[in-house]
């Protein structure tokens, strides 16, 4: 795979992102990150909350946006009501 992406994150109240295990920084100061293209690993820390960890496909030329709300455990995620909302 050549070319590289961007990917846009969007993390509430804010968390500390990590890519393939190697710290970029802090949001909300970190907003778009560019990438190689291909699949990488995502880590949002926040001391409050149990890490997000998931993988992120870049295509070559692509952007993607990643939107994640740190929560209370037990608590619904308002971004997954207002998905319901708006079906």
Known sequence: AGGS???LL???PWGEIYVDGKHLGTTPQVYEVPLSSGRHRLE???PDFPPHVRSVDIAPGGRVEIKYWFQPKGQPNPLDSLRRLWK
Request: glycine share 12%; net charge positive.
């Open 5 to 7: 992406g961007r990917m």
């Open 10 to 12: 969007t993390v509430t």
């Open 44 to 46: 949002i820390r926040h």
